[in-house]
């Protein structure tokens, strides 16, 4: 098992890309951690997946934009596991409207979540791996990292932001065995982009079968969306690769909608 006994922290993970990861690893032995602004619904998934083995699971409260929620759910896993080996910086939302129709307050919510998120998780588990002398930092970011879309301004610049901070903490952490990677998904079929196509095709004037196969899928090699499994096994072979090869790396998992 690749990842057996390893505490592996995963935000936002009490369904959609976060529940597939968490799955993932449960399979290959981790101890799990459903970190989710919905406690309830994290300790449903975690008692779920806590059946499966031969990894176990457990549940935390996490608003990641929160400082001191951040800070007491990892002190929670510290006492519980004696510390981190992985965090899966996943929790996210969408919201999409032309630049200038956004507002200052849904600019600033998606940047909290999506890069805060980011920023104050890696500073409370990076301390616990640097002193366990290993560990690995994976952000969710987004085709959208290394291309842009329109109505989309804040999300597109969260995930660029991802990946200067994954470089910045692969330098930081490489000699204390650290390692730090960005996944960047296509259009996954969630609840996240099921929203948005109504959305998008209200604001195009086009139909929703057309969001589909021209917005979403037309630049894809297969008219396929990336799956859930799809974008865990990549999380997997970050989370257990053996060496700093990779670190500092990110990944497009898109059906060769973005190639680079």
Not at 198 to 209: C, H, R, Y
Request: proline share 3%; hydrophobic share 45%.
């Amino acid at each position: 098992m690749k990842l057996k006994d390893k505490v592996c922290i995963i935000t936002g993970s009490a369904s959609g890309l976060g529940h597939g990861i968490a799955k993932r690893y449960v399979e290959e032995g981790a101890k799990v951690v459903i970190a989710d602004l919905k406690l309830d619904d994290a300790k449903a998934t975690a008692a779920a997946l806590a059946k499966m083995g031969p990894g176990t699971a457990m549940a935390v409260a996490m608003d990641v934009t929160s400082e001191e929620q951040v800070n007491a759910g990892v002190a929670e896993v510290v006492k519980a596991w004696g510390g981190v080996d992985v965090l899966v910086s996943n929790a996210g939302i969408q919201i999409v409207h032309p630049v200038e129709e956004f507002t200052y307050a849904e600019w600033k919510k998606m940047l909290a979540i999506h890069l805060d998120g980011a920023f104050l998780t890696s500073k409370a588990c990076l301390p616990h791996m640097y002193k366990a002398g290993s560990g690995s930092v994976i952000f969710m970011g987004s085709a959208h990292s290394k291309v842009a879309s329109a109505l989309k301004a804040p999300y597109v610049t969260a995930k660029h932001g991802l990946l200067g901070l994954a470089r910045v903490i692969a330098k930081e952490g490489g000699k204390k065995g650290v390692r730090a990677n960005v996944i960047c998904p296509g259009f996954v079929r969630t609840p996240l982009v099921d929203k948005q196509i109504p959305e998008q095709a209200k604001t195009l004037g086009i139909s929703e079968q057309e969001v589909i196969n021209r917005v979403m899928l037309g630049e894809t090699v297969d008219q396929e969306f990336t799956t859930i499994e799809d974008v865990a096994e990549v999380a997997l072979v970050f989370a257990s690769f053996p060496s700093n090869a990779l670190t500092g790396q990110s990944l497009v998992v898109s059906h060769g909608w973005f190639m680079e």
